[in-house]
């Protein structure tokens, strides 16, 4: 995923009249025996789901929270960076460790690994479009083969105490073709205890439209919980995709980047029916800040200063200057500049906003 597409919708759509949250939604939600306190879950994301990233997420209620994609290979060869992307803490439990790879015995050695490194959940990922994933038949690669997806889901179970799950796409190409119905009832009879869907096929790759008709009949077709997922930049794309699918939960991926607030606030429309207003510019900087600083902690100076580099562009999409200040920031490993850049870029804009303000009110006056 490139930084340019995460984040949250520049122009937040505003709804005429909030529908309300469907019966049932606020309730919490049992994966194999584990028990999350709402349906609003983090997806795993390469490059950005780190601890730092799933702190501020879990901070604004996410009801799960989820590693970056580990390779089963890696695992098993004890990859020293491989296991650094499972370090978790126990502040943000449940967590979800997700593996890819497309050899079940292997598959099963690293679900084992997984279990021993703390994860609640260990996910199956038949996802992935990158073609560096798929070709070694890994990733959304297993939509065009429902039995090895069965064989490898069966082996996860096998080796392990915790519940598995998959995250899957509509199809590999259309969904007539490779029936998103028949591999979910495969990854289901082979002990899956919950299923993903992202709403497009691998060739969509992430853009065109969710089908919202494929999740539907997935969930129509299994008893498992399922999770929607897929383009939910909004509360109102989140709304849109409870009120079609009638799916268990939401699975909330880029939409989440550089924008924590679309847990709490949607947490908020389902206990009281009302939804929060986005936030505002002195919201959006001291969580920028926050998430710098929780980047430098965990990762140190170079690796907080490179991650900056993704997350930022989600803080400031659609804000005037945000461009330029991003280019700055590119050139620099000294995170004190980086902070230095992105509190004057937050406080010159509140500046001209209050400016503008005033020149109104004389105005009008």
């Given at each position: 995923m490139r930084p340019e597409e995460a984040g949250p919708s520049v122009n937040e759509e505003r709804l005429e009249a909030v529908p309300p949250p469907p019966a049932g939604f606020d309730a919490p939600l049992d994966i194999g025996g584990v028990k999350l306190e709402n349906r609003l879950v983090m997806a795993p994301m390469a490059g950005y789901t780190n601890l730092p990233f799933r702190t501020l997420v879990k901070a604004h209620g996410a009801g799960m929270v989820a590693t970056e994609m580990v390779s089963?290979?890696?695992?098993?060869?004890?990859?020293?960076?491989?296991?650094?992307?499972?370090?978790?803490?126990a502040a943000e439990k449940p967590v979800s460790i997700q593996l890819f790879g497309a050899d079940p015995a292997q598959m099963g050695e690293a679900a084992a690994i997984v279990e021993e490194a703390g994860a609640d959940i260990v996910d199956l990922n038949c996802g992935c479009p990158v073609k560096k994933i798929t070709k070694n038949q890994a990733g959304s690669s297993l939509l065009r083969y429902p039995e090895r997806a069965h064989e490898i889901v069966s082996a996860m179970v096998r080796a392990v105490r915790i519940p598995v799950t998959v995250k899957m796409r509509t199809g590999w190409d259309t969904v007539e073709r490779n029936s998103a119905e028949v591999f979910a009832r495969a990854v289901e009879d082979a002990g899956a205890k919950a299923i993903t869907v992202h709403g497009r096929t691998r060739q969509a790759m992430f853009s065109g439209a969710v089908d919202l008709d494929a999740i539907a009949r997935v969930k129509r077709a299994v008893r498992v919980p399922v999770l929607g997922n897929g383009s939910i930049l909004s509360p109102q794309d989140a709304i849109a995709m409870i009120r079609r699918t009638g799916v268990d939960a939401l699975m909330i991926g880029r939409g989440a980047v550089g924008n924590p607030w679309i847990f709490s606030r949607l947490l908020h429309w389902l206990k009281t029916g009302e939804l929060p207003a986005p936030p505002g510019l002195a919201e959006k900087k001291n969580m920028a800040l926050r998430h710098l600083g929780l980047l430098r902690e965990v990762l140190g100076e170079r690796l907080a200063a490179f991650h900056s580099r993704k997350h930022l562009p989600a803080y400031t999409k659609g804000l005037r200057g945000g461009s330029a200040m991003r280019e700055r920031v590119n050139r620099t490993e000294d995170m004190d500049a980086v902070l230095r850049e992105v509190e004057a870029f937050f406080d010159n804009l509140a500046l001209r906003s209050r400016m503008i303000r005033a020149g109104e009110s004389a105005h009008a006056a």
């Open positions: 089963s290979q890696a695992l098993v060869r004890r990859h020293k960076k491989t296991y650094d992307l499972m370090r978790n803490d």
